[in-house]
């Protein structure tokens, strides 16, 4: 009945989606900008994906690889997924959307740091994160994630 994960194309359907999200914000107002002065193709790459459930997007995410050299959660040292602005829309909550956008996360086999917003601890801990061990300079005013695919563990505090 639902959707498959897909790449989000940069383009004005896409922008006006967004407008539904209670998450939307600089990001989406910066790509709109680019995409206004024709500074984006349709087609470049986007950090977005969703899931359509008939014409509709009703469900995203924002997913970002950072660098090794600023991994400072996850031992041994790598490459590993920021994951951001997770929304389902309230009407389709509940139904396993959210749950398709971090099972497609996870499938890239990297570890995955992302900030639980209020009152969604639960939904991250049941899809297997759990809270990394807060450490003040590092994690500034965040509520930091953690999903570790095997043979990954959390950095140990210094």
């Known amino acids: 009945m639902s959707g498959e994960v897909e790449r989000l194309l940069i ?7 967004f407008k539904k999200f209670k998450e939307y914000g600089i990001q989406e107002l910066s790509m709109l900008e680019d995409l206004q002065h024709n500074m984006i193709e349709n087609n470049s790459e ?5 899931v359509y459930y008939g014409n509709s997007l009703v469900a ?27 929304e389902v829309l309230e009407n389709y909550r509940h139904k396993g959307f959210g ?5 497609f996360a996870k499938s890239f086999n990297l570890p995955i740091k992302t900030n639980a917003r209020i009152n969604s601890q639960g939904f991250w ?3 297997g994160f759990q809270p ?3 450490e003040m300079e590092r994690d500034f005013g965040e509520n ?13 505090n210094q």
């Not at 383009?11 to 989606?17: I, M, S, V």
């Not at 930091?144 to 140990?156: N, R, S, T, Y």
């Open 11 to 17: 383009n004005f359907k896409t922008l006006e989606e």
């Open 46 to 50: 986007s950090p977005f994906y969703g």
């Open 60 to 86: 995203r995410m924002s997913l970002y690889q950072v660098d090794k050299k600023y991994d400072y959660y996850f031992d041994p040292k790598q490459d590993y997924l920021e994951l951001w602005k997770l």
């Open 99 to 103: 749950k398709k956008l971090v099972d």
């Open 125 to 127: 801990e049941k899809q």
């Open 132 to 134: 990394a061990t807060y």
């Open 144 to 156: 930091p994630f953690i999903w570790m695919p095997q043979g990954v563990d959390e950095k140990e």
